[in-house]
């Protein structure tokens, strides 16, 4: 009996890397929804016995489709594919119903074990006949050429960029969780191709009557460079000095010390779960404190450094229950391009072929 299978992730990237984890010839339908509302639409008509959910989504978010889901008694073993492996998120969702939590990305042999512990599958299921593994076969070579032609053919294809931020802003939230024994909020990273100029138009964009301070750091690695920038509110300061148990004055010496501390933490674990997708490996350079207490215009005008044509990860972290507010802008040189789209091309064909 052929299984409906729903897919929930607003990343086509991830929607292919979940779809290729599933066991070989297993007798499903694959649906696919790019939000929460699509989801529960999809559900209501038939074609999500099984849903696998991601959580950060616009729309309706992972979190509010278990509200729907559980409010309305649908029918549908939910199972969420998410990078957002606080342990907050975990309990959460096991609250909301979730049968069980998958750390993107993911891994086919792990989804072959979960689904097989929770009876949904068992290896009997597979389809014996040669010529549909055959074909089969064909559809995902094809399918994998198709990717391919995507990352390469137009330059450079977004998407897999924003996947992998995804998690890696995931890993870097959870970290920052454990260290500061908070809730992180995680947003939908922004991935986006610029130039010098748009770069200083996006940090413009930043609230001009706010005082902000900002800490920058190289890294580079394995013929990938680049830097990352963040930006701290200074409404955020007294608050997180709690938090880092700095019970002292709050001088400027403090406030720097505090502030290279934490971005050299967010920074490295976001770099570190960027690079491990990937198989890379990132050196950092010391942390940089470009200013305290300063406006953003001050801030771009006082940076020498000559921007080229990069790609730019923007997050924006917030800390549940605290005025703490920062933005990460983590900066991918253009030459990193061409090295970045081969390994995003390998790790699609890893995790999931």
Known sequence: MTIPILICDDSSFARKQMSRALPDNWDVSISYAENGEQAIEAIKAGLGDILFLDLNMPILDGYGTLEVIQAEDLPTLTIVVSGDIQPNAYKRVKSLGALDFIKKPTDKEKVKTLL???????????????????????????????????????????????????????????????????????????????????????????????????????????????????????????????????????????????????????????LKGFADQLDLSFSQSHPELLGLHRNINELINSDVRSWQEIVAIEINYVIEDYNIECDLIVLITQDSLPILNNKLIYLLDEHTL
């Open 116 to 270: 097989m512990n929770y009876g949904v599958f068992c290896e009997e299921d597979c389809l014996e006949n040669e010529l549909l593994q055959d074909h089969a076969k064909e559809l995902s070579d094809a399918n994998t050429q198709t990717d391919k032609a995507l990352i390469t053919e137009s330059g450079i294809n977004l998407d897999p960029y924003q996947e992998v931020a995804n998690v890696a802003m995931g890993r870097a939230g959870d970290l920052l969780a454990r260290v500061l024994d908070v809730k992180v909020k995680l947003p939908i990273p922004k991935v986006s191709a610029l130039a010098a100029s748009e770069l200083h138009m996006i940090l413009k964009a930043t609230d001009e009557t706010s005082s902000i301070s900002a800490v920058c750091q190289g890294y580079v690695g394995s013929g990938i460079a680049g830097e990352a920038l963040i930006l701290f509110y200074d409404s955020s300061i007294n608050d997180l000095a709690k938090l880092m148990h700095y019970d002292c004055e709050i001088t400027d010496a403090i406030e720097r010390e505090m502030l290279v501390e934490l971005s050299n933490l967010l920074i490295g674990a976001f």
